[in-house]
């Protein structure tokens, strides 16, 4: 049996910017894929019918936007050419108060 194809396992991909502005934390995530033809560009994040590729499930986007905005953040697409894509990721920023009442992370 074949193993299925995961699509941002085909194109490189890599951390442009992390910026934290204004109470809210902004990374942007880029490939160097082909980018997205108009058609999936239009139902990006609509389950099943986002994918651009014959056998994709449209699902991967729709449910990184829905975990997104479950933590008040935003999933959005900042551009898509010939030579790659780039989504941008919005998360609030946690405040000072709120770091230093995190746990201590385990040796």
Not at 7 to 23: D, K
Not at 35 to 53: E, M, T, V, Y
Not at 78 to 97: D, E, I
Request: aromatic share 4%; hydrophobic share 35%; no cysteine.
């Amino acid at each position: 049996m074949p193993r299925p194809k995961r699509a941002a396992l085909h194109h490189a991909s890599s951390t442009r910017s992390i910026v934290r502005e204004n109470g809210v934390i902004a990374i942007d995530i880029a490939d160097d894929g082909p980018g997205l033809p108009p058609k999936a560009q239009d139902n990006l994040f609509r389950p099943f019918f986002g994918s651009a590729r014959p056998g994709g499930s449209g699902l991967g986007l729709a449910i990184a936007r829905e975990l997104t905005r479950a933590h008040g953040g935003e999933l959005t697409l900042v551009s898509t050419t010939g030579s790659g894509t780039v989504f941008r990721l919005t998360l609030p920023a946690p405040s000072a108060r709120e770091i230093s009442r995190a746990p201590t992370p385990l040796p």
